[in-house]
């Protein structure tokens, strides 16, 4: 099972609908790799889930940019992310999920750089179900 990686960028595949990586538990640093490794999300029209249920750090920045049917973000032991959090452009998904990641995020290490956050489902409610919180919006 695949539990780390240097660094992973999904950006603008027409027929991803979800992606899912159960056993990732770490974006960092590689030996000879870049000083702060990204994740990237961008640019999916389809894209309805990210699931990454272990993950608990990123060394570098966690993008997820202009995916507008994302309404899923599996992230449920994310703790740290060494560089900018960025969720933009993502309009199917909720603001509660995004606050709830903030929480977690808030328990650990939190955002060693700039939080941007825009375009998200505001009018949702959310309600914690086990594996994380579960979005009902208008």
């Given amino acids: 099972a695949l539990t780390g ?10 027929q991803l609908v979800d992606f899912r990586l159960p056993s990732l538990t ?4 590689a030996r000879d790799g870049p000083p702060a490794p990204d994740v990237t999300v961008t640019g999916h029209q389809r894209l309805a889930e990210v699931a990454f249920p272990r993950l608990a ?3 570098g920045a966690l993008t997820f940019d202009e995916n507008t049917a994302l309404s899923r973000l599996g992230l449920f032991d994310l703790r740290r992310v060494g560089g900018d959090l960025t969720i933009t452009g993502n309009s199917a998904l909720a603001q509660c999920i995004v606050d709830a990641l903030m929480g977690r995020l808030a328990l650990g290490d939190g955002v060693g750089g700039e939080l ?6 505001a ?3 959310c309600v914690e179900r086990p594996g994380g919180p579960q979005a009902t919006c208008p």
Avoid at 116 to 121: F, R
């Fill in 5 to 14: 990686i240097g660094a992973l960028n999904l950006d603008g595949n027409p």
């Fill in 26 to 29: 770490q974006v960092v640093t």
């Fill in 57 to 59: 750090a990123i060394d």
């Fill in 116 to 121: 941007v956050v825009s375009d998200t489902a």
């Fill in 123 to 125: 009018r949702c409610e």
